[in-house]
């Protein structure tokens, strides 16, 4: 069977987590510390503050934004759960808006769904292609949503008007305008995926990246992100085992989200060879997909670039034009059984139980639907050899003919 993302683990990521487990100093501590700031020079974020997953960065921030009941929250209703259930957890409302034809939320939708309640955006890169950072940003500064907005809290006074988060989880190393994803042009704050199946991977993990306009201090802030992380505690385990340094203080009811330095040994080694070797890789896969289906006139490639966006090429994307949801399904089943694991990115948040029992239904999401019934994703990963991407185009161009002929 040819997986559909194993991690790249390789002896430089065994010697890096082994020195980690030697150094006597496994939790959050000098290379977690190491890795925010490489992540900060990767970027050009002003601040990036290292957590146990992306979820948590995107709960901490709409917490520290003060989202909460009575609130809602915009995202789009094609992504994964993580980026909608943490409205939820804060007790807000997820408003789901649909998606445009490269399967990024659709900036027009978002201007339609502004109201009074809306405390935040949440924009997420699906498969790595950057959203239209630009022109939502520019939506949310704009005079109509600044006099919309209602603040609550303090945080909210000073902004003036909703926080724009990107959910940049698959997005690491993308460009958009020739900034990377997570620069301070682009959103207030950007969070980062670092789970087993992303292109850079510390088992489970995630970074934020503090980008607030003044007069936000991103130093303060990332200061006070590091308490509300760690249980409200004053101080981290690291700088408590300084001498004379035992006592502290718990100031709020945090949450227990910090990165420890086994996952950020991971991360320093596959940070330092990213743009020089993991991103041209993904790129060669990417262009052999292309090439192998470029003449099927069944077939409709993901986008990779624009004249002003540049993917990070996590996920091929490919769709299947005409077909049904039972068709594609029958597709993936074929490509199954012929060895290949393929998967599907994603099922729109308005299709599952919870969100049903929420209300939500997918006939209001009806390109977020189209995009999901002719969706399948093909393995992407560093060892995926030549002969496994010639094997996968066949399987694939089998599988589909003998279905679409049915
Ligand atoms: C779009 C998106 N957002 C957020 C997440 C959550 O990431 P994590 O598992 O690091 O919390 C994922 C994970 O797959 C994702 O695909």
Redesign the pocket.
Known sequence: MIPFSPPRIDSKIVEEVAAALYSGWITTGPRTKMFEQELEHFTGASKVLCL???????EVMLRWFGVGKGDEVIVPAY?????ANVIIHCGAKPVFVDSGDDFNLDVDAVGRAVTSKTKAIIT???GGLPCDYLKIAELNKSERVKSLFVPATEEQALLGRPLMIA?A??SLGATYAGCPVGHPDLADTT?????A??NLTTA???AVCLNLPKPFDNIELYKYLCVKSLHGQNKDAFQKNQMGNWRYDIIEAGYKFNMTDVQAAMGLVELRRYRSDMLPKRKYIFEKYSEGFKNKKWARLPVTETDIKQTSYHAFMLRINGISEEQRDAIIQDIFLAGVAVNV??IPLPMMTLYKNMGYQIKDYPKAYKLFASEISLPVYYSLTDEQIQKIIWVVGVAVEENLIK
């Open positions: 146990n997953s992306a979820t948590a960065g995107l992504t994964y759960a993580a980026t997420v890169d699906i959910d989880a698959h969070v980062f995926s670092f789970h199946v992303k489970e993990g995630g990115h994603f």
